[in-house]
């Protein structure tokens, strides 16, 4: 079946302006992860999922960082008045139940740069 | 606090040779680890996790309790191993990641 996708794969945008990731989960997954992995460095928590909750947002950056889901359906990460360094990749997860060992599958990543 | 350390950043070994990739973590608790690999052009995507103590591709990884350690392990590596590897706790649900050792496997 269809794996975890994720849109745009690329976005380029100006220092101030607001950007909308995309996640789709693969169906049937309870739970969403957003992870940030800027260059040369290892992924960053951001935000989970379970459902359309968010019980753990711990990992969001700033206020300029939310993100909401539908159901148990599509995510969407927004950055407000982007910085540079909120160029990285962002990368989503899901799995099939959250808060366990279940495996996460990861999307291919949104290559975010700020210019 | 919980952390994840990778001290390599990159590995380079000769084809058949053992390769050990260093994890260590910190985790005042029972960790459940994982290691995750991201071959050229492909997504992120689990190799194994402790708990289900299997061999994936010839990889092996003992949690060390004493020494808080899961070192992945090979005796002999293949070109195609060469790739990117994390190493990752679990901690409520997300997983707290090692910065990444890049493994490149010379013919």
């Known amino acids: 079946g269809a794996g975890v996708s994720q849109s745009p794969s690329n976005k380029v945008t100006e220092k101030g302006k607001d950007v909308e990731l995309r996640c789709d989960p693969i169906?049937?997954?309870?739970?969403l992860y957003w992870y940030r992995q800027r260059l040369g460095q290892g992924l960053e928590f951001l935000i989970y999922?379970?459902?359309?909750?968010?019980?753990?947002k711990s990992g969001l950056p700033s206020d300029r960082f939310s993100a909401e889901r539908t159901g148990e359906s599509v995510s969407t990460l927004t950055i407000q008045r982007t910085q540079q360094e909120d160029s990285a990749v962002y990368l989503c997860?899901?799995?099939?139940?959250?808060?366990?060992?279940?495996?996460?599958?990861f999307g291919p990543g949104t290559r975010l740069t700020v210019t | 606090a919980q952390r994840v350390t990778q001290p390599e950043k990159l590995l380079s070994v000769f084809k058949g040779a053992p390769v050990e990739l260093k994890c260590n973590y910190s985790?005042?608790?029972?960790?459940?680890l994982f290691w995750y690999v991201q071959y050229s052009r492909q997504r992120l995507q689990l190799l194994l996790r402790?708990?289900s103590r299997e061999s994936i591709k010839g990889f092996t990884a003992d949690l060390n309790k004493g020494e808080t350690s899961f070192h992945l392990k090979k005796p002999f590596a293949q070109e195609e191993d060469s790739a990117m590897y994390y190493c990752?706790?679990?901690?409520?649900?997300?997983?707290?990641f090692g910065q990444g050792t890049e493994l490149s496997v010379k013919p």
């Open positions: 997860a899901s799995s099939l139940r959250g808060l366990s060992s279940y495996e996460q599958y």
């Open positions: 169906s049937g997954h309870t739970a």
């Open positions: 999922f379970q459902g359309n909750s968010a019980p753990d």
């Open positions: 985790y005042s608790g029972s960790p459940e």
């Open positions: 402790h708990i």
């Open positions: 990752a706790l679990n901690w409520g649900g997300k997983l707290i």
